[in-house]
């Protein structure tokens, strides 16, 4: 972990990822992406097998049919695009992509989610010092996530999977989500944090010109975060709590 934390109460606003950082979503997504392209893989032959590595290469941080597009390209493997309204049976890259989504919407419904507790008690902080956050999400589904954990109020904006694809933003990690963020927030991306467990996500923030980029490292490795344009690592959003306390 970097000794040179940002102190978060101090900037002119905070734009956080969710699945991951805010909430443990990451690792239903995680189980979800796995089911899925582990029946493709076998009924298809698709070697070498699929691995958690290659969600975090591949996968993590992008809108849902550019992660799959972008795994089986790694696999030498090309699908027609389809459409958003395929049916998860489709073996088009829309179809992988839904028949993914119907798994995770199945365990989210049916477990709930929590935020981190780390993550709730940095969120309360920032709320009582009047810092202006917002969510800056590849997923569609952020808003039942939000919702689902009760942290909705605490951000002034959402962009999230169905923004990106009503205003055509490019998936991370392009900068397009975390510059269209900051306007929505209406702060200067310099003057103002980013928050990212996902190598695509650290970039897109990078490349958006933040004046910090967190990285969180829930399993892409600090190396990894920081070769993407991570300023600092935690592994826990407590640490930027305790910073603020110091």
Known sequence: MSDALPDLHRTTGVLFDLDGVLTPTAEVHMRAWKKVFDEVFARWGIEPAYTDEDYFAYVDGKKRYDGVASLLRSRNVELPWGEITDPPEAETVCGVGNRKNDAFIAVLRSEGIAPYPGS??????????????????????AGE????????????????????????????????????????????????????????GVASAAAAGYGDVVGVDRGAGGAALREAGATCIVDDLARLLIQAQN
């Open 120 to 141: 709730l008690a940095l969120l309360e902080s920032l709320r009582d010092a009047g810092v202006p956050m917002g969510v800056v999400s590849s997923s569609k589904n």
């Open 145 to 200: 996530v939000l919702a689902s954990a009760g942290i909705r109020d605490f951000f002034r904006v959402v962009v999230d999977g169905l923004v990106a694809e009503r205003d055509h933003l490019a998936s991370k990690p392009a900068p397009d989500m975390f510059l269209d963020g900051a306007r929505m927030l209406g702060v200067d991306p310099v003057a103002a944090i980013a928050v990212e467990d996902a190598v695509s």
